[in-house]
């Protein structure tokens, strides 16, 4: 009987929709054996899900037929067994996730070929409200929030399912940055009212989430970005330790504080920076993309996911971002680290790079050491661009922790790659400009020493030095 199937299909999904946002919503309702996506003519997607239990495709078809995303209304079918094999006569072969929202800049198109193309950056705001204030926010059966978007043009999800009991919620605002500032300012002062009415004393300061990867840029040099910003608007501001980012969580919390007018100012600014550094970022991958054949900046961990990532229960091996193949070309990247900071990668009893190898699904070698007295240590990672980003996220993450560099220090590090040596020219550019412009726009250093000896593989190495810094919008909630 087909309502007893452990198999679903899912249609009208939104087609610029990233894989770790349909990732974390299938995973709410139970365990995932498999999701593949159907190649077909509509615009919008089609992916067939295949839960652990009967039961868990029951809550997921219950649940999520009819549901909203992103102003799509899913459509949610049982699949006979029978159906669910990949050549099926009665639906086309489903295909490797390729062509929903990619990593990095979105598709300029649809699985359907209908073109979408971008009008700008939409990086969306995301802050973090007190609990007790979203029923305000929201409004008698939704009023409140559907004057805010109204009035500012933007899409916002309040996220009140995530972290149940927890003493505040995320909200993602997406609209244009004015947009985006409006709706944030309007919020706050929905709050700042609910707490007058409630005589609630405690203050209610504005807090940004941000990713780690822009924060670094956005703090600036010695801090003086971040200075510049508290003396220009008059706020406070500070920014939580790195010792509470995750692999599941890689936000920093920006907190303000200020009056209503300082703190929507300061949230202008640093939304600034950060969609500053997001536009550098993906002006970096579109370059290296086209000038730079061979030379995968996705396999150096320079262009991660989104930060929304499959929650620990998910088993990661099963799963790609869309616009990833999970037959992904494996790459080898050799990562240099100090010397003495091998145990702490290692681990006890090698605990700590078995769990890394697994969670990334890489291969993780550390070479031996050339001499008694070197340096640094090579760390041999090979595996597609998915797992690099993984492996070496995490071992820049693990020499913060361990505390090898200081706390206001970048995790700088040395990373070879090899191209193609008929590349390498062209890595160079004329008069050194591809290099120069990859530079200025990446913050990191990228070398092709001269007069390499191609290897019996016809490549050589391209060296880049730098911390692992980029990322890419986050366009969907989050």
């Known amino acids: 009987m087909i309502s007893g199937s452990r198999k679903l299909q899912i249609r009208n999904i939104p087609p610029h929709l990233q894989w770790e946002v349909l990732d974390s919503l299938l995973a709410q309702y139970g365990s995932v054996e498999n999701c593949e996506q159907v190649n077909t003519d509509t615009e919008t997607a089609v992916v067939n899900v295949t839960y652990s239990t009967k039961e868990h495709a029951r809550q997921a078809i219950e649940k999520l037929n009819g549901y909203m995303l992103e102003n799509y209304s899913l459509k949610v079918t049982y699949i006979p067994d029978e159906m669910a094999g990949p050549q099926s006569s009665q639906q086309p072969p489903p295909q490797a996730r390729r062509g929903l929202g990619q990593r990095g800049p979105p598709r300029q198109g649809s699985p359907g070929g209908t073109a979408r193309p971008k009008q700008q950056s939409d990086v969306p705001l995301r802050i973090m409200v007190p609990t007790q204030?979203?029923?305000?926010?929201?409004?008698?059966?939704?009023?409140?929030?559907?004057?805010?978007?109204?009035?500012?043009?933007?899409?916002?999800?309040?996220?009140?399912?995530?972290?149940?009991?927890?003493?505040?919620?995320?909200?993602?605002?997406?609209?244009?940055?004015?947009?985006?500032?409006?709706?944030?300012?309007?919020?706050?002062?929905?709050?700042?009212?609910?707490?007058?009415?409630?005589?609630?004393?405690?203050e209610i300061p504005l807090k940004i989430l941000a990713h780690n990867n822009f924060v670094g840029r956005l703090i600036g040099k010695e801090g003086r970005n971040l200075k510049k910003i508290e003396q220009d608007t008059d706020t406070k501001i500070t920014i939580s330790p790195l010792q509470d980012l995750t692999l599941y969580n890689p936000e920093r919390t920006i907190t303000l504080k200020g009056s209503i007018e300082a703190c929507s100012k300061a949230e202008e600014e640093i939304m600034k920076k950060i969609r500053e550094s997001y536009d550098n970022d993906m002006a970096a991958m579109n370059l290296q993309a086209?000038?730079?054949?061979?030379?995968?900046?996705?396999?150096?961990?320079?262009?991660?996911?989104?930060?929304?990532?499959?929650?620990?229960?998910?088993?990661?091996?099963?799963?790609?971002?869309?616009?990833?193949?999970?037959?992904?070309?494996?790459?080898?990247?050799?990562?240099?680290?100090?010397?003495?900071?091998?145990?702490?990668?290692?681990?006890?009893?090698?605990?700590?790079?078995?769990?890394?190898?697994?969670?990334?699904?890489?291969?993780?070698?550390?070479?031996?050491?050339?001499?008694?007295?070197?340096?640094?240590?090579?760390?041999?990672?090979?595996?597609?661009?998915?797992?690099?980003?993984?492996?070496?996220?995490?071992?820049?993450?693990?020499?913060?922790?361990?505390?090898?560099?200081?706390?206001?220090?970048?995790?700088?590090?040395?990373?070879?790659?090899?191209?193609?040596?008929?590349?390498?020219?062209?890595?160079?550019?004329?008069?050194?400009?591809?290099?120069?412009?990859?530079?200025?726009?990446?913050?990191?250093?990228?070398?092709?020493?001269?007069?390499?000896?191609?290897?019996?593989?016809?490549?050589?190495?391209?060296?880049?030095?730098?911390?692992?810094?980029?990322?890419?919008?986050?366009?969907?909630?989050?």
Do not use: W
Not at 152 to 181: L, V
Not at 409 to 429: D, F, N, Q, W, Y
């Open 133 to 202: 204030f979203v029923g305000a926010i929201i409004g008698k059966e939704g009023a409140t929030i559907r004057n805010i978007t109204k009035q500012t043009q933007s899409k916002i999800d309040i996220h009140r399912k995530e972290n149940a009991g927890a003493a505040e919620k995320p909200i993602t605002i997406h609209s244009t940055p004015d947009g985006c500032s409006a709706a944030c300012r309007m919020i706050t002062e929905i709050m700042q009212k609910e707490a007058q009415d409630t005589k609630f004393t405690g």
């Open 290 to 478: 086209h000038l730079i054949p061979g030379l995968n900046l996705n396999a150096l961990g320079l262009f991660p996911p989104p930060p929304v990532i499959p929650p620990p229960s998910v088993p990661a091996a099963s799963y790609a971002p869309f616009g990833v193949s999970q037959q992904s070309e494996s790459e080898t990247v050799h990562v240099f680290i100090p010397a003495l900071a091998v145990g702490a990668i290692i681990g006890k009893q090698g605990q700590h790079i078995k769990q890394l190898s697994r969670f990334a699904g890489a291969s993780i070698k550390i070479a031996p050491a050339e001499s008694p007295d070197t340096k640094q240590r090579m760390v041999i990672i090979t595996g597609p661009p998915e797992a690099q980003f993984k492996a070496q996220g995490r071992i820049y993450g693990k020499l913060k922790e361990e505390n090898f560099f200081g706390p206001k220090e970048e995790v700088k590090l040395e990373t070879h790659i090899k191209v193609p040596s008929h590349a390498a020219g062209r890595v160079i550019g004329k008069g050194g400009k591809t290099v120069n412009e990859l530079q200025n726009l990446t913050s990191a250093e990228v070398v092709v020493p001269r007069d390499q000896i191609p290897d019996e593989n016809d490549q050589v190495i391209v060296k880049i030095t730098g911390h692992f810094f980029a990322s890419q919008v986050q366009q969907q909630p989050l």
